[in-house]
């Protein structure tokens, strides 16, 4: 493992960085994700930098400095057009929130920087010139045990930060871990804490676990744990089987994050609570909604008899654009529900993405006739008759399209107000 810290392939620029601040005589270590990542012979997606320098001297060491979060330590050093960030070694006060600490001293020992950190696997640092790995609470033992273990005392820890029981099993999904029985039992211990965290924070370490290579997984974790109650009641009180199956459709779901929602609520929630949920997680207005229709419409099995007119209907429910994940959807469930039924699907699949291919007429803006022509067909103002000629003429078209010509279109206008003045 160590040979892996030793070949990483580390930006000039971060080198440059440590290289200055040793210069001047300061400690400088990388840590946290970046060395984890780097011990783990994976590319790190940034690079975070920690220094006995004080934010100032940080500050005059370099040209362009940006003071990102000065008050606690960290600075932002612009060398060779990349950020680096750079943070003073620090110890934390008490936590009296339950979210972050109520001081922070900075401190000469990357050590006691380091101890105040979540997990062992995360609370390494390196010197990449001297080749020095600092790693005091095993972290090097864990990465190769793949355990999640929080450093020194879970209980204390997951008191400090409410978050940081979400974050262990999430780094269990994304990793492949599994946590360390006494970080597994601090977690029900703690559930008080974790209430105490913004939604938002949550949905962050959702998303994450959700679209891991081991999102079943993580699911599995966030019941058992008690966490999944706190946020999600509504797949955690769900029956054993029903949970089950909507784990395993999550799995088989697409890693992106609309269809990987739909797929865990689909058979356990409707489209009103899919959408309440997705709101309460602080989730895009535009994420919760596309999750409430596939929710509403992705039991696609239940459509393999339907006519090409519903099918059209359905589509213009949905979208084109939609189309892709509606299937996504509606194949990762049938996949684990009715693995018998998936060839028969398919053929529906297929049938729809034919009818979306040939480019109907699906909102009223694709009608050959505005909203003007109508009404002058009509001869009539802008009223509700407009409206309904309107809605009219698309039931007209979704079951013909061949209908959609201004001619065609303006005789069955015609029609529909005779049959109406008739009536």
Known sequence: MLAN???????????????????????????????????????????????????????????????TGIQHGTVTVVQGGTHVEVTTFRSEGDYLDGRRPSSVAFERDIVKDLSRRDFTINAMAYNPLDRDLVDPFGGQTDLQAQLIKCVGSALERFSEDGLRPMRAVRFAAVLGFTLDPDTRDAIPATLGVFRKVALERVREELTKLLLSPRAEGGLVLLKDTGLMD???????????????????????????????????????????????????LKFPNKVADLVALLVETAKLEERVSDT???????????????????????????????????????????????????????????????????????????????????????????????????????????????????A
């Open 230 to 280: 706190v946020f999600l009641p509504e797949v955690a009180q769900a029956t054993p089987d029903a949970a089950r199956l909507a784990r395993a459709a999550v799995q088989a779901a697409p890693a992106e994050i609309e269809p990987r929602m739909a797929a865990l609520l689909a058979d356990l929630v409707d489209r009103t609570q899919a959408r309440e949920i997705g709101l309460r």
């Open 308 to 422: 090409d007119a519903a099918l059209r209907r359905l589509l213009a429910r949905v979208g084109p654009p939609q189309l892709p994940q509606l299937v996504a959807v509606a194949r990762a469930r049938v996949q684990v529900r009715a693995p018998e039924r998936v060839a028969e699907v398919e053929r529906l699949f297929a049938r729809l993405e034919a009818l979306a291919a040939a480019k109907p007429p699906l909102v009223p803006k694709d009608l050959a006739l505005t909203g003007g022509d109508i009404m002058a067909t009509l001869a009539v103002g802008p009223s509700p008759i407009v409206g309904e000629a309107t809605r009219f003429l698309m039931d007209s078209v979704l079951d013909e399209p061949a209908l959609n010509t201004a001619e065609g279109l303006k005789q069955r206008l015609l029609a529909w107000r005779a049959a109406r003045s008739g």
């Open 5 to 67: 810290l030793h070949n990483a392939d580390i930006p000039q620029p971060v080198l440059d960085v440590i290289a200055r601040l040793r210069e001047l005589g300061h400690a400088v270590y990388l840590v946290g994700g970046c060395v984890r990542d780097m011990v783990r012979n994976v590319a790190p997606k940034d690079f975070d930098v920690a220094t006995s320098a004080l934010p100032e001297e940080v500050q005059r060491a370099f040209r362009k400095v940006i003071p």
